[in-house]
C-alpha cells in the first residue's frame, strides 16, 4: 500500500533556477515527514524535514511546504547547482519505531 | 559520512546460493533499519532493532531472510536460496533516541546481482 506518492520521475532545471519536487500522501495520521536525497552508488542522505504543526521549514537553499488539507508536501531548492543532481525521495515515519515509508523518487536534473 | 558502513558494497551470486550482508553502525545507533530498493523505487522497509531484539519484519522477508543484531552492535542479513527477484541494493540505518522523528542515518548499501 503505497501511502506516499512521487508522480514525477524526473525534473531538469537551469542552474541558479529553482527546483520544485511534489509529494503526496494518502495517511492524514501521518504527522512528520522527511526528504533524503541520493547519489548514485550512496546511501540516502537526510536534507530536510517537516513537522505537521508546521507549514513551512526553511534550511539554506532548502525549504520544505506542507498543505495538509492537500495531503502535499513540496521541496524548493533555490538556486538550483549542479552538485543537487540526485534523486529525492520524501518519507514519512509509519509509527512510532521511526519505519520509513519512501516515495519513488525524483531524478532532478541541473544543466549548467 | 554518516558512521555507518556496510560490506560487501556489491555482491555478485548465482540463483540458489546463499548471502550475508553486514552493517556497522556507530555505537549511538540504538535503532537499525533495514530496506530494499529496487530500480525506479523509493526503500521499502524489512526490518529493524531496537538494541538486539529485532521488533518487526515486514511481509516482504520471507522465510529465506534472517536478520540478526547481537549484542546491538553490528547487524547481519541473510539471504538464503536466493532467487533473481532478490536483486536490489541493500541498506541499512542507524539512529539513536527514543522518537519517531529521529534522523535516520543510511550506509552506503550492499548491491546484490543474483544471476
Known amino acids: 500500500d503505497q501511502q506516499v506518492k512521487q508522480n514525477s520521475p524526473s525534473l531538469s532545471v537551469q542552474e541558479g533556477r529553482i527546483s520544485i519536487l511534489n509529494c503526496d500522501y494518502t495517511?492524514?495520521?501521518?504527522?512528520?515527514f522527511l526528504w533524503y536525497k541520493k547519489y548514485p552508488a550512496e546511501g540516502p542522505t537526510f536534507l530536510i524535514s517537516?513537522?505537521?504543526?508546521?507549514d513551512k521549514n526553511e534550511d539554506g537553499r532548502f525549504t520544505v511546504f506542507l498543505n495538509k488539507s492537500a495531503k502535499h508536501l513540496s521541496l524548493h531548492i533555490v538556486p538550483s547547482q549542479p552538485g543537487d543532481s540526485a534523486v529525492y525521495f520524501c518519507?514519512?515515519?509509519?509509527?512510532?519505531?521511526?519505519?520509513?515509508?519512501f516515495g519513488s523518487g525524483t531524478q532532478v536534473v541541473v544543466t549548467p | 559520512d554518516t558512521g555507518v558502513s556496510q560490506d560487501p558494497r556489491h555482491k555478485i551470486t548465482k540463483r540458489g546460493q546463499n548471502v550475508t550482508f553486514r552493517c556497522d553502525p556507530i555505537?549511538?545507533?540504538?535503532?537499525l533499519y533495514w530496506y530494499r530498493q529496487t530500480l525506479g523505487q523509493g526503500p521499502e522497509f524489512l526490518t529493524y532493532?531496537?538494541?538486539?531484539?529485532?521488533?518487526?519484519k515486514s511481509r516482504l522477508l520471507s522465510d529465506r531472510f534472517s536478520a540478526e543484531r547481537p549484542k546491538g552492535s553490528f547487524s547481519t542479513l541473510e539471504i538464503q536460496r536466493t532467487e533473481q527477484g532478490d536483486s536490489a541494493m541493500y541498506l541499512c540505518?542507524?539512529?539513536?533516541?527514543?522518537?519517531?522523528?529521529?534522523?535516520?542515518?543510511f550506509g552506503p548499501g550492499t548491491r546484490l546481482t543474483v544471476l
Open positions: 518519507a514519512a515515519p509509519t509509527d512510532s519505531w521511526g519505519k520509513l515509508q
Open positions: 495517511n492524514s495520521m501521518f504527522d512528520y
Open positions: 517537516i513537522s505537521s504543526i508546521k
Open positions: 555505537s549511538e545507533h540504538n535503532r
Open positions: 532493532f531496537q538494541n538486539e531484539a529485532q521488533l518487526e
Open positions: 540505518a542507524g539512529t539513536s533516541g527514543s522518537s519517531f522523528t529521529d534522523t535516520q542515518y
